[in-house]
């Protein structure tokens, strides 16, 4: 059966893995997913079939978390739900870039730091080897990290923007806005367009995305299940 979607940001897991990532990916049939050491995600097909399902699970082997966008999904026996939630995608149609004065591109020596402040921050996923996706940048002050930004997926022409997130104690000076302006602007140097995720939930985020230029390309739902033990 034929996997048909309209647009690269349809499926950007997949349209990734086919083309700019190919190198993190692990393919069985129809679905691909990120090396579990780099990334979470799976991408697959819109109508999830019995055969689909053997493959997703063994992807990801027992017992395993894993995100399925869209809905009305039907889970097989063995198979477990964990949660729902909304997703919000954005482009950034208007976004004003720019280049950052002393941001500084992030590499393997800065990745306990990046840990540490993802997960006082909680932006989303984020694994050791997740800033091997694209340029991050980040800020520091007396020598800490206090605020990054990155690139994840990379569909075809389109760069996702990710991994925003600012330690507490410097929040309310537009850092985040700053760096996300900043992995922009590097992102169209090359030609792409920048487009992000947001939590349905995360309202305050995703006001600020829409006042500084972008605007939401479409709603969806991740479903979060649990493959058989």
Same mark, same amino acid.
């Given at each position: 059966?034929?996997?048909?979607?309209?647009?690269?940001?349809?499926?950007?897991?997949?349209?990734?893995?086919?083309?700019?990532?190919?190198?993190?990916?692990?393919?069985?049939?129809?679905?691909?997913?990120?090396?579990?050491?780099?990334?979470?995600?799976?991408?697959?097909?819109?109508?999830?079939?019995?055969?689909?399902?053997?493959?997703?699970?063994?992807?990801?082997?027992?017992?395993?978390?894993?995100?399925?966008?869209?809905?009305?999904? %039907?889970?097989?026996? =063995?198979?477990? #739900?964990?949660?729902? &939630?909304? *997703?919000?995608?954005?482009? !950034?149609?208007?976004? +004003?870039?720019?280049?950052?004065?002393?941001?500084?591109?992030?590499?393997?020596?800065?990745?306990?730091?990046?840990?540490?402040?993802?997960? %006082?921050?909680?932006? =989303?996923?984020? #694994?050791?080897?997740? &800033?091997? *996706?694209?340029?991050?940048? !980040?800020?520091?002050? +007396?020598?800490?990290?206090?605020?990054?930004?990155?690139?994840?997926?990379?569909?075809?022409?389109?760069?996702?923007?990710?991994?925003?997130?600012?330690?507490?104690?410097?929040?309310?000076?537009?850092?985040?806005?700053? *760096?996300?302006?900043?992995? !922009?602007?590097?992102?169209?140097?090359?030609?792409?367009?920048?487009?992000?995720?947001?939590?349905?939930?995360?309202?305050?985020?995703?006001?600020?995305?829409?006042?500084?230029?972008?605007?939401?390309?479409?709603?969806?739902?991740?479903?979060?299940?649990?493959?058989?033990?």
């Amino acid at each position: 059966m034929t996997i048909e979607y309209d647009h690269p940001l349809d499926d950007p897991i997949r349209s990734s893995l086919l083309g700019e990532h190919a190198k993190f990916a692990r393919s069985i049939g129809r679905s691909f997913r990120f090396d579990p050491e780099v990334a979470p995600f799976l991408g697959h097909p819109p109508v999830i079939e019995d055969s689909d399902w053997a493959d997703i699970a063994q992807l990801f082997g027992p017992g395993d978390i894993v995100s399925l966008r869209g809905v009305g999904h %039907r889970l097989p026996a =063995g198979w477990g #739900l964990v949660d729902q &939630f909304g *997703l919000v995608q954005l482009v !950034g149609t208007h976004l +004003e870039t720019r280049p950052l004065a002393g941001a500084l591109r992030l590499g393997a020596t800065d990745v306990p730091e990046m840990l540490d402040l993802v997960a %006082r921050t909680q932006p =989303g996923p984020f #694994l050791p080897r997740t &800033f091997e *996706l694209g340029t991050y940048l !980040g800020l520091r002050d +007396e020598g800490a990290l206090i605020a990054m930004a990155g690139e994840r997926m990379h569909p075809t022409g389109w760069t996702e923007i990710s991994a925003v997130c600012t330690d507490p104690a410097y929040r309310g000076r537009g850092l985040a806005t700053d *760096l996300v302006r900043a992995v !922009g602007h590097g992102i169209r140097e090359r030609g792409e367009k920048p487009f992000l995720h947001a939590s349905a939930a995360n309202e305050n985020a995703i006001r600020l995305y829409l006042s500084i230029g972008f605007e939401i390309r479409q709603r969806s739902q991740l479903t979060l299940v649990r493959t058989p033990a």
